[in-house]
């Protein structure tokens, strides 16, 4: 009996203890993120709902700001501009989206296989423009569309060509020749990702299908593709979000020129807000742009859901 009645205050110490030292590590780890939460807040929460608060006013940030309701989303919606902004960023999402996805899954395909140092040169090959910053990357991407001495003209002269494209000063080839440099430049990053894909494929099933007599193609299109579908789905949202957000690049190589034809949703919102100084509207055009982009990406998700239930 005497040896029970001792043991209950050990008991309750030893649970004390724990509960102690699990305090303070609980403490310790909120000190830890502690400034990762107050970035957090300041710079994303608190942003986003003073952006929000803003688009229904006018403000220049030079005189007191002016309640004006919904008067820049109207405003916006009778903007010409808007419009052929908005056609061009649909134009670089159409271009450029299904290109990554083509060129980045060749790739991978074509590098998917034995570990060795050639193999591991092109991958690092690939991805070192990732990497590298998008400004440094848009300065030598405008020397190479140079329409005169540029290495692209170069050669198409070189050939034979007499009549060659004049890239970032025709309104015609501007927005072409910014997607040959993102696909260039981003194609590595998504090539790493179907290449991860690729090898969580069992190879069992391709051993199958062999046997069975299957071709190549065949093996691409009933295997392949359908065990990349998540990969795919993945990376396509990410390419429509990355598509809407192209920034740099204009900013380097066109400014919006010529004529507006690269003028994107982006640079038109840091256009508006930080060149003509009417934040209040471009903090309506960048709530458009998120509603857009939210859309988009639930349209996706309800698409890939209905696939998935009509599979069982």
């Not at 403000?59 to 501009?81: A, C, H, M, S």
């Not at 034979?160 to 494209?165: C, I, L, Y």
């Not at 890239?167 to 927005?175: D, E, G, N, P, V």
């Not at 919006?256 to 038109?268: F, I, K, V």
Request: charged fraction near 10%; glycine fraction near 4%; hydrophobic fraction near 50%.
């Amino acid at each position: 009996m005497s040896l029970l009645i001792n043991a209950k205050p050990a008991h309750n110490t030893k649970s004390r203890t724990r509960k102690r030292m699990a305090r303070q590590e609980a403490i310790t780890g909120w000190i830890f993120i502690l400034p990762v939460l107050i970035g957090f807040f300041v710079f994303t929460v608190f942003s986003v709902i003073y952006s929000s608060i803003i688009s229904f006013t006018e403000w220049d940030l030079l005189t007191p700001q002016v309640f004006v309701g919904i008067k820049n989303y109207v405003k916006i919606f009778k903007d010409e501009r808007f419009w052929q902004v908005l056609y061009n960023t649909a134009y670089f999402v159409i271009g450029l989206v299904p290109s990554v996805l083509v060129v980045s899954m060749l790739l991978a395909i074509a590098l998917n296989g034995k570990v060795n140092k050639l193999t591991n040169f092109y991958k690092i090959s690939f991805y070192m423009p990732c990497i590298t910053s998008t400004i440094a990357v848009s300065a030598v991407w405008l020397w190479v569309f140079n329409p005169t001495n540029g290495m692209i003209n170069t050669l198409l002269y070189a050939i034979g060509f007499t009549n060659v494209p004049q890239w970032l000063q025709s309104t015609t080839w501007a927005k072409p020749a910014l997607i040959i440099m993102r696909v260039w430049q981003v194609c590595g990053r998504y090539m790493l990702m179907f290449l991860a894909g690729l090898q969580t494929i069992p190879a069992t099933l391709y051993e199958a299908a062999e046997v069975d007599g299957a071709k190549a193609w065949k093996k691409f299109r009933y295997i392949t593709l359908p065990m990349l579908s998540n990969t795919t789905f993945f990376i396509t949202i990410m390419l429509i979000i990355e598509s809407f957000n192209i920034f740099e690049s204009v900013y380097v190589m066109t400014e919006g020129r010529p004529a507006g034809s690269t003028n994107t949703l982006l640079y038109y919102i840091y256009y508006n807000g930080f060149q003509a100084y009417r934040m209040g509207y471009a903090s309506a055009l960048a709530w458009i742009m998120f509603v857009m982009l939210f859309v988009l990406t639930f349209i996706q998700f309800r698409i890939r859901s209905k696939k998935e239930l009509s599979m069982f």
